[in-house]
């Protein structure tokens, strides 16, 4: 036997080295069985709750409205008074925008058409039927640019609602022109657009007062820019015999009883008249008519027909114009 073999009856020695691995194995595990009882569990999360169903949306023509409470008979009463109350006023305005606006239009047009076929009538005499006034040969006062053609004639006052002559006022607006009738008869006269004259005032290129009256405000408007006159602005009035030119002189403001503003001489009762003046009357303030408003004017001039119209309104005097 050698050295190196063990003797008989010994135990090898790779037994005991086996058995102190699996020892040590077994503690190990033990250990990590241990550590990991130790540690503790990770809480669970926790389940989430399931969203609840959403409900239906209803159906719009399913829904049904409770049916209002019964008016009574006062609330209905009122209801129905406004309502009438609303269409009056509706009505009410669509009257003043005829009447102010769209009216005013169709008889300025209408009085345009009426002055121009009077002229035409009056332009249109024939020699045979003589003229209506001796055609003067006119003179100049030292220093004056104005013809004299002497003494105006004066017609005699028609009678009824008939026309007699033709009103210029270039500061109204170019072309601009009115009839003149007898009387102020407002169903008559004034609400054919023109103007009237005072049945009791003189007449044209007589001494004293040619006093005429027109609307402000609606049924033709034709004095509606009175108050917008300029001192010297002219006046001129047409007649068969021929034009009267008068030149503003000033405004006044009186009551709707102030009938003074027609007398010979304004203002001055039983005065002897000596001068030839024409006043024109109107309503004031527009659209009120609490007062009148006048305005004044004296005579400068005549011209006979013979002579033609004045320079400023020969464009628009008679057919064509």
Known sequence: MTDDQPAAGEPEASEPVHASRRDARAAREAAEATVSAAKPEKAAKPAKAPKPDKAPKPDKA??????????????????????????VGVLVLLFL?????WNSIVLGN???????????????????????TPAPTPTRAPGSTIPDYGVPPV????????????LYVPRFGDGYKRTISEGIDPGTVLNKGGAGHYSDSQMPGDVGNFAIAAHRDGWGSAFININELHLGDAIYVETKDG????????????????????????QVKN???????????????????????????????????????????????????
């Open 62 to 87: 399913a829904k049904v409205s409770a049916p209002a409470a019964p008016r009574s008979i006062g609330t209905r009463i009122i209801g129905i008074f406004g309502e009438l109350l609303i269409t």
């Open 110 to 132: 209408e009085q345009s058409g009426a002055a121009t076929a009077l002229a035409d009538e009056w332009q249109s005499a024939t020699p045979t039927n003589g003229p209506a």
């Open 97 to 101: 925008g005829w009447q102010l606006w």
């Open 155 to 166: 017609l005699a006052a028609p009678g009824g609602a008939a026309d007699f002559g033709i």
């Open 243 to 266: 034009w009267y030119t008068y030149r503003f002189r000033g405004l006044e403001y009186v009551s709707p009883f102030g009938v003074g503003v027609v007398d010979p001489v304004p």
């Open 271 to 321: 005065a002897t008249p000596t001068d030839r003046l024409i006043t024109l009357t109107s309503c004031n303030p527009l659209y009120i008519a609490s007062e009148r408003i006048i305005a004044y004017g004296a005579f400068e001039s005549w011209q006979p027909r013979s002579a033609g119209a004045p320079a400023e309104i020969a464009a628009y005097v008679g057919t064509g114009n």
